[in-house]
């Protein structure tokens, strides 16, 4: 896996927040992005659990800012 032109992830950190904050989400790298499916919200109010976030992977490795793009086929 190739991130920013590295052959390695390096350390983990915080970099950004969701559109609508999401517990217990599944997420995925497809392409130049990160999309985030589901989930339950943080707040027990919000319905995010038929929702698709997605943030683009910025050509230095980080991430954009997360949008809500859609909602899931199910």
Do not use: C, K, W
């Amino acid at each position: 896996m190739h991130v920013a032109g590295r052959r390695d992830l390096g350390a983990f950190s915080r970099s950004g927040t969701l559109d609508l904050p999401a517990a217990g989400a599944q997420a995925m790298v497809l392409g130049n992005a990160v999309y985030v499916f589901g989930g339950a919200s943080t707040d027990l109010q919000t319905h995010v659990e038929r929702l698709i976030q997605m943030a683009p992977i910025n050509s230095d490795g980080t991430l954009g800012a997360f949008t809500t793009i859609g909602p899931t086929m199910l």
